[in-house]
């Protein structure tokens, strides 16, 4: 992990990504989370349905999907803003695009998955960035998201705790104004012709403690009956 002294940023400013462009792939680095977060989003994608088939992954960063989607046959591409992170994702086999969320460089119904992961959490528009995922997926196509909730105990948890602690967010990476409110995502993926279910996700408590004792690389993520902090959302474009 780099000891540099890295410059001071408002929270969710998209430069911290470059400053920190070293951590991505470090097992036990400020993005730890992410990849046990990337495993689970990955558990939801099934193999691809046709030869040829596209999965579009919104705010790819350093494509950590990659690894775990390498033997479900799609063409992964995927877009981002942060040209380091982009850079890291080519090299993992991502076909990489700099581009915005809010604006999805893709044709209409040509996609067959968009995975959308730890972003709607960064972005002032969520239902801008929501209606552009479905609006390139195919009729019958799949919507994975994670983000997280706009509650006072994700605040607490997610931001308060959570930068605080091995394997947790990096310091002022998220900004607790733009969690997200779950009605109000469903019913914009709705109007998008996606019906999504919700489900919450949480850190295995003894992997965790593995992870934090040091005897384990990575924790795991599992199902949680609430959608009160972190939660991913599943569903198919409408036929």
């Known amino acids: 992990m780099s000891s540099r002294i890295l410059p001071t ?10 400053d920190l462009v070293d951590e991505w792939w470090v097992p036990r680095g400020k ?4 990849h ?7 558990a939801l994608v099934p193999p691809a349905p046709r030869e040829g088939a596209v999965l579009v992954d919104f705010a790819c960063g350093a494509g950590l999907l990659a690894p775990r989607l390498s033997e479900k046959g799609y063409t992964h591409v995927g877009f981002d803003l942060s040209s380091s992170a982009l850079d890291l994702a080519r ?3 991502v ?9 999805a460089p893709f044709a209409d119904r040509s996609v067959d998955v968009v995975c959308a992961g730890e972003i709607l959490e960064h972005v002032e528009d969520t239902d801008r960035v929501v209606a552009e995922a479905c609006r390139i997926l195919r009729p019958g196509g799949l919507l994975v998201i994670d983000t997280i909730a706009k ?3 994700a605040r607490l948890l997610a931001v308060e705790l959570a930068e605080r602690v091995p394997g947790g967010a990096p310091r002022g990476i998220h900004d607790p104004r733009l969690f997200v409110d779950r009605t109000r995502l469903v019913r914009a993926c709705a109007a998008g012709g996606v019906d999504l279910e919700l ?9 965790l403690v593995r992870f934090w004792a040091r005897r384990s690389i990575t924790a795991s993520m599992v199902p949680t009956w609430s959608t009160a902090v972190l939660f991913q959302g599943v569903g198919r474009k409408r036929r």
């Open 9 to 18: 940023r408002q929270r969710n400013d998209v430069r911290q990504y470059d």
């Open 31 to 34: 993005f730890a989370m992410l």
């Open 36 to 42: 046990w977060i990337a495993e689970a989003r990955a």
């Open 91 to 93: 090299s993992h086999g």
């Open 95 to 103: 076909v990489a695009l700099q581009a915005d969320v809010r604006a």
């Open 151 to 153: 509650t006072l105990l």
């Open 199 to 207: 489900h919450g996700l949480r850190p295995g408590v003894w992997s």
